[in-house]
């Protein structure tokens, strides 16, 4: 541990966001969520469905299957907070689910389009979805031992910042050497690299095993650089008594009324801006008729200013902290939502457009950025309120009762997604109730105050 300087710390620190985001990137949002949705709808139309019927049930499929995962990860993320603010033991829990995110992400290499199994497919996106959520929560709670209060913001939002490069580059790679277009060619208008077949869709498929790679390779300086400080609470403790923990934890949270109003409005807002990024790339994909390489063009332009604006936002938290910055975003992100309800290829807005006009494209691209820059800062300032909210000596389970507050409701934006693309039939209606859960969330941070209320577990612990 005296080996490793405080700056190596947080280096390492900064490489779990830059392995893991491909994940988020590549398999959540730009490469694997359409290609799912793409083989599903077509799998439907060669039942008989009408296309738009099909691209709407293929929609609520994939939100299904993000609904179950998010039940469980909610289930999952505060009693393991609370298991390993107990033993003071964090990295052994980043290896298992490093592990889970290994295993699902390569998996995906299997779901080739002859004999497309739905059920199989999302178990196995669930399995890496689970692993990187969890191992989040521990990477999170070591963020207060990397700095000061006064420093903390600008490190969660440069590591955020540095998590969407590595997002890019990834996308930029499988655009480059994997993907094909319409023509057989990627981007750089050569064959996909290794002889990958797009007839079977290889080349989209290798996504699963290169996010799974870069996982692996770029988890070096992570496992190398930071270590655990020793904690006087570093003794074995069992399940039941870290629930035990968890559920006096969740009676006491009534007395500290600013932490709640905080969970509870990320809640929302965290989950309506996950519905975005996992909706988004499907909604051009069905909406405007984009192929998966415009979709990952789309999703360079969120991720650059995704990067961009977490970086900014880490240098406004600092100046001005995160609860300004975060109704900043949360405004941005409310007005974005609108944008792309009222996009269509034949209406903006229900004003009639010709079906070749490039408006809705360009005003997508716009969202895009928009749905980066918001999403970025809004991230990176999130994890700082969480630790100025919370109690110090409680900080994983803190981090697991965030992912707990996120995950409580992030299965309700698809499953609402999904039921509303169900009812309406309309990939665009479907998405509406995104919009309901911004406002929810900027009410609720009425009561939030901006540093916590330090005293007040003083007082209690």
């Known amino acids: 541990m005296s080996d490793i300087t405080a700056r190596k710390r947080i280096w390492g620190w900064w490489f779990f966001d830059w392995a893991s985001q ?25 039942q008989g469905m009408e296309s738009g019927l099909a691209k709407a049930r293929a929609q609520a499929y994939w939100g299904y299957g993000l609904a179950i995962s998010g039940i469980l990860i909610a289930i999952l993320a505060p009693i393991l907070g609370a298991l390993a603010d107990g033993t003071g033991k964090r990295m052994p ?97 050569i064959s996909p690299a290794f002889g990958l077949d797009p007839e079977v869709k290889e080349d989209t498929r290798i996504v699963g095993p290169l996010t799974s790679l870069w996982f692996v390779v770029f988890m070096f300086p992570f496992f190398l650089w930071v270590r655990e400080r020793s904690e006087p609470n570093d003794v074995p403790h069992s399940f039941l008594k870290a629930v035990k923990g968890l559920s006096n934890t969740l009676i006491k949270l009534p007395t500290h009324p600013s932490l709640l109003a905080y969970l509870s409005s990320s809640m929302f807002y965290r989950d309506a801006l996950n519905g975005m990024y996992i909706f988004g790339g499907i909604y051009a994909l069905g909406v405007l008729d984009w192929s998966i390489m415009q979709v990952g063009i789309f999703g360079i332009v969120a991720a650059l200013t995704g990067a961009l604006f977490a970086w900014v936002g880490g240098k406004a938290d600092q100046t001005f902290g995160p609860k300004p910055l975060i109704i900043t975003c949360i405004l941005i992100l409310l007005l974005t939502a609108i944008l792309v309800v009222g996009l269509s290829r034949e209406a903006v807005f229900g004003i009639p457009i010709e079906t070749t006009s490039q408006l809705p494209d360009v005003l997508f691209f716009v969202a895009g950025g928009l749905i980066g820059a918001g999403g970025g800062a809004l991230q990176s ?27 409580a409701t992030t299965f309700l934006a698809p499953a609402l997604i999904a039921l509303a693309s169900d009812i309406s039939g309309s990939q665009r209606l479907g998405v509406t109730p995104l919009i309901a859960l911004f406002i929810i969330s900027l009410i609720l941070l009425i009561w939030v105050k901006p540093t916590g209320d330090p005293s007040q577990w003083s007082a209690s612990s």
């Open 22 to 46: 491909p994940y988020n990137t590549l398999i959540l949002t730009f490469i694997f969520g359409p290609y799912f949705a793409s083989i599903v709808t077509e799998n439907f139309i060669s």
């Open 381 to 407: 300032a999130s994890r700082t309120m969480v630790v100025l909210q919370s109690n110090p000596e409680r900080m994983t389970e803190a981090f697991g009762l965030y992912a707990l507050s996120g995950k």
């Open 93 to 189: 829990w980043v290896w298992a689910f490093s592990i889970m995110y290994i295993f699902g992400a390569s998996m995906l290499w299997y779901t080739e389009p002859e004999g497309f199994d739905v059920t199989t497919t999302l178990i196995f996106f669930g399995i890496g979805l689970v692993g990187m959520e969890c191992a989040t929560i521990f990477t999170n709670a070591m963020l207060p031992t990397l700095g000061t209060k006064e420093e903390i913001g600008v490190i969660s939002g440069t590591g955020w910042a540095f998590g969407y490069i590595g997002g890019v580059l990834a996308l930029a790679i499988m655009l480059l050497a994997f993907q094909a277009g319409d023509s057989g060619k990627t981007m750089i208008g």
